[in-house]
């Protein structure tokens, strides 16, 4: 099987030569950045989903979101 000869740090992300993992320095603004990204992604999965059971409901049930959101904007309006 193929090995690459890279792989990313599990810290950062950076891509470290393998057998060199020992000398990586870890940046601590790249690590920040890796941070960031890994949190972004875990959060458009979850609208992702949302999205999906949203077109999932039924016309019914969208008519009733629909409603509330109205009543909502209204509420705020006065």
Known sequence: MFSPPHMPCSDCGASIE?????EH???P???REYETFQFLR???AL???ELDE???LSDTQLDAWLA????EEWGEAT
Do not use: I, L, N, Y
């Open 47 to 49: 609208f992702d989903e």
């Open 42 to 44: 875990d959060e458009m």
């Open 68 to 71: 509330a959101k109205e009543r």
């Open 54 to 56: 949203f077109f999932a």
């Open 29 to 31: 603004e790249r690590k």
């Open 25 to 27: 320095e870890r940046d």
């Open 18 to 22: 393998r057998g060199k993992e020992e």
